[in-house]
Structure formats: structure tokens, C-alpha cells
């Protein structure tokens, strides 16, 4: 399957990036990560509260490209109230969608994720689409060094 820029920023990643969801800061929070791409100029601040093991909150803030936006309101979509474990192997499974791995059966779990399947074919951007996924992955690293 043949990606141009058009397919790339078709209107959905467009409007995930312009209208973000879970897009601010969390006041009660237990777990927060910054992180930069800068081959893009891409930051990212991820809050997160954790309870029991299950991510019950959380919120991304700063700016970047419309791929990171895009990427960390559908990720946020794709994780919020899930346990830890389950977001573990979904971090997994979206880097495996950007490296062409996944079977159809995998690429349904990732949900509206799968919009970002594309970036694989601009390498330039894979970082851009994975920053928000590294953040949660830290995130959690960073709870769990907490207890």
C-alpha cells in the first residue's frame, strides 16, 4: 500500500491534533513525564493517576507537529482507564504497527490508533508518532518506581 503526505494528514489526524482530547494538566495526579523529539521540536508532558494498578486520569500538554498531537490525544483515548499491564502491551503493539508487524487481529486492539499506521512510511516521522507512546511507557516506569 502506497502513503502520500495527503493520506498521512488526512482530516482525522488533522482534527485529533487541532481539537485534542484529554489535552491540559491534571491537578490530582501521582506520575508525570516530560519528553522531547527534537529532530521535530516535539514536547510532550504526560500526567497521569494511577489507582490500584489502573490509569484513572491523565492529561498531555505542549506542542509539536500535528503527527505527536494527533498521536498523544488518540493514545490518551486508546489507554484512560485501562490496567498497567494492558497499557504495556498496547505500547508494544503500537510500535509493532510502525514497524509493519502486526496481524489484523492486533492492529483492531490499537482502535482510532490504527489512523497513525501510515508514518511508517516516512521514517522522519515515526518518532514524531511514537513520542506520546514513549511517555506513557515512562509514565508508568515512573509509578511504579514510586511504590
Request: overall charge negative; glycine content about 6%; some cysteine.
Amino acid at each position: 500500500m502506497s502513503f502520500n503526505l495527503t493520506d498521512l494528514y488526512r482530516e482525522s489526524i488533522v482534527e485529533a491534533a487541532q481539537a485534542p482530547r484529554h489535552h491540559g494538566q491534571l491537578k490530582k495526579k501521582n506520575a508525570t513525564v516530560e519528553l522531547h523529539n527534537p529532530s521535530c521540536g516535539d514536547v510532550l508532558v504526560l500526567d497521569g493517576y494511577f489507582e490500584n494498578n489502573k490509569l484513572v486520569d491523565m492529561a498531555f500538554s505542549g506542542y509539536g507537529c500535528t503527527i505527536s498531537q494527533a498521536s498523544a490525544s488518540l493514545m490518551t483515548d486508546q489507554v484512560l482507564g485501562q490496567e498497567i499491564s494492558e497499557i504495556k502491551d498496547e505500547v508494544m503493539l503500537f510500535s509493532n504497527l510502525i514497524t509493519d508487524k502486526l496481524n489484523q487481529a492486533e492492529k483492531d486492539r490499537l482502535g482510532d490508533c490504527i489512523m497513525l499506521e501510515g508514518v511508517k512510511e516516512f521514517p522522519a516521522r515515526i518518532k514524531c508518532a511514537t513520542l506520546a507512546w514513549k511517555a506513557i511507557y515512562q509514565l508508568i516506569e515512573n509509578y511504579e518506581g514510586q511504590k
